[in-house]
Nanobody, 127 residues
Framework: QVHLVASGGGLAQTGGSLRLSCTSSEPTFYIYEIGWFRQAPGKDREFVAS????????QYVDSVKGRFTISRNRAEKTVYLQMDSLKAEETAVYSC????????????????????WGRGTQVTVSS
């Protein structure tokens, strides 16, 4: 599988915005579904959003719907996570991971099949 690196984290105020990037230098990046995850201190890793290889299918955890947008640029080998209206409880390390695309993002467990999480980026939202 591809190796991914997340970047773009930082400090934002409640209600502010950040855009995260997930990049890979490997030519096979474009064939994978890419998911964003986050892990706050003392909590389990949580699925946030995913995007299909062609960018046409996306999925979000309910808590971010309407505020976060996932997209991808094939030429740049990058998947973006635009985060708006951030909340303090969304402070976490955000990372991305690939999943082999099987033609659908409909899984019984939304995070099933994602593996090989790359280096994460810290997002801190101050209240």
């Amino acid at each position: 599988q591809v190796h991914l690196v997340a970047s773009g984290g930082g400090l934002a105020q409640t209600g502010g915005s950040l855009r995260l990037s997930c990049t890979s230098s490997e030519p096979t990046f474009y064939i994978y579904e890419i998911g964003w995850f986050r892990q706050a201190p003392g909590k389990d890793r949580e699925f946030v959003a995913s995007v299909s290889p062609n960018g046409g299918e996306t999925q979000y955890v309910d808590s971010v719907k309407g505020r976060f947008t996932i997209s991808r640029n094939r030429a740049e080998k990058t998947v973006y996570l635009q985060m708006d209206s951030l909340k303090a409880e969304e402070t976490a390390v955000y990372s991305c991971a690939p999943r082999a695309w099987r033609g659908t993002n409909d899984y019984t467990e939304v995070s099933a099949g994602f593996a090989n999480w790359g280096r994460g980026t810290q997002v801190t939202v101050s209240s």
